[in-house]
Structure formats: structure tokens, C-alpha cells
């Protein structure tokens, strides 16, 4: 699963409210961030239906293609919370009440608790409590999934107590910014492309600042690759139209 040494990863957004704009996803953008500061690859974000066969096939293919996955939403006490049964039957598991989590809800809740609340102490007969300072509630896992809830603040508090155990090693990037236009660079950008195969090339244009053209990305976990590509594209910029590097 791990692309040359790297740790990879991938999203998987769930919620018709999501894909008929009726709520706007902050998950996933979120996530994508703390990814990459911890070191992670990101190789797919999926949005996907609250429907259960849809969930399946997404996480299992997920699961086995990559590191971490994350989902995001569609756990709850309604009819249309219906991850947990799409996680358990891709990995084909039974949806069983976990004692641990029915423990931890009957005390919180005591004499009140229904059947509505108990229904969050439903996982994936296989499924592991993942605990960490902060959270009332551990987060599910199962394999390399990882399953937290659709709200925004909750998802990131929940993501945010369990980082630091996805650290790895960092992304090394510089930056070319040039007044060239992309169309006059990019036989060069090729060029530094294949002959740094290890390091990650991205050119990007500029249509509303006055200070450069194009931002050229050089990023990669080999800082010395980094640097060394960075020297060879420089050699090959016109010095007069350079802006500067970073």
C-alpha cells in the first residue's frame, strides 16, 4: 500500500446531503491539510451516498489500496446513518452491539438511555476502541479504517487527539516563482520531471497576481533530491525572468 516508503492514505465522504449541496463538506478539506503536515500521502477523496453497498465497495477497495482511511459522516441514531453497516460488510463482519461502547453510554446516560443512544454502541463485530486524551468517545476502527463523524467540530476534535499516531516522515518542498509563461516552460519542466523521478514537479499558473506567472513546486520526502532538483531547474530558468525561489 505504501507508495516508495510513503505512508498513503485516503478519504471517504459520506452523505446525500453532501452530494445535493444541502451541507457543504469542511471534512475533507481539513483533512487533506493535517495529512499532509503529518507526513501522509493523500491518493483519493471519495463522496459517496448513504447507501450501504456504495459504502462497502468504497472502503474496502480504500482499505486495501492504501495505509489510512478515513470516513467521514453517516454514524448516528437515523435511518440514514448507515456507515457502520457498510464499513462491517466490507470487511464482511456482522453489526453487533460492542459491550465497551454500551458500558461507556448506559453510565453517561444512566436511566435515560433508549434505544436511540444505545444505538451508537452498534460497530462491526471486529471492530477496535480507539482512545485519546480529549474526546468523551473513542473513535471506531477497523483494519486500517478509521470512522468519525460527519459534524465538523466533532470530526476534527476526534482527528485532532488521534494525529500524531499517522506522523511520519515530512514532505521536503521549495518553490520557482517566474515570469515565463508555462507554455515556454514546460519542455524543462519534462526535462527536471525525468530526471528527478523521485521528486514531485507542479506548475502552476497565475492570472491575477502582477508579481509572477508561474509557481513551479518541487516536493518530495528526499530533501536532498529536493535541493538537487531545485539547482538543475534554476540552471535552466532565464535568469531575467526568475522572481525568486523559496
Known amino acids: 500500500m505504501s507508495l516508495m516508503g510513503q505512508r498513503t492514505g485516503a478519504i471517504v465522504v459520506i452523505g446525500n446531503e453532501i452530494l445535493t449541496g444541502k451541507s457543504q463538506d469542511k471534512n475533507a478539506s481539513f483533512l487533506i491539510t493535517e495529512l499532509y503536515r503529518l507526513g501522509v500521502a493523500l491518493r483519493r477523496v471519495i463522496v459517496i451516498a448513504d447507501d450501504v453497498g456504495e ?30 453497516a457498510g464499513v462491517a460488510m466490507a470487511f464482511g463482519q456482522e453489526v453487533v452491539r460492542h459491550p465497551e461502547l454500551e458500558s461507556l453510554i448506559r453510565r453517561h446516560f444512566g436511566e435515560d438511555v433508549d434505544e436511540a443512544r444505545l444505538r451508537m454502541a452498534d460497530a462491526p463485530q471486529n471492530a477496535t476502541l480507539v482512545y485519546a486524551e480529549g474526546p468523551r468517545w473513542p473513535v471506531l476502527s477497523v483494519e486500517n479504517v478509521y470512522v468519525l463523524p460527519g459534524v465538523p467540530e466533532l470530526f476534527r476534535s476526534k482527528f485532532e487527539a488521534l494525529r500524531e499516531r499517522f506522523r511520519t516522515e515530512p514532505f521536503h518542498s521549495r518553490a520557482v516563482y517566474t515570469m515565463e509563461d508555462e507554455f515556454d516552460i514546460a519542455a524543462r519542466l519534462n526535462q527536471i520531471a525525468a530526471d528527478y523521478p523521485m521528486v514531485d514537479i507542479g506548475s502552476y499558473p497565475n492570472f491575477t497576481r502582477n508579481d ?30 526568475l522572481v525568486r525561489t523559496e
Open 212 to 241: 509572477y506567472r508561474v509557481r513551479i513546486t518541487l516536493e518530495s520526502k528526499d530533501e536532498e533530491a529536493v535541493e538537487r532538483a531545485l539547482a538543475a531547474l534554476v540552471n535552466l530558468m532565464d535568469p531575467g525572468a
Open 55 to 84: 459504502i462497502a465497495v468504497a472502503v474496502r477497495e480504500c482499505s486495501e489500496k492504501f495505509d489510512y482511511v478515513f470516513t467521514s459522516g453517516g454514524i448516528g441514531p437515523t435511518h440514514d446513518d448507515v456507515t457502520i
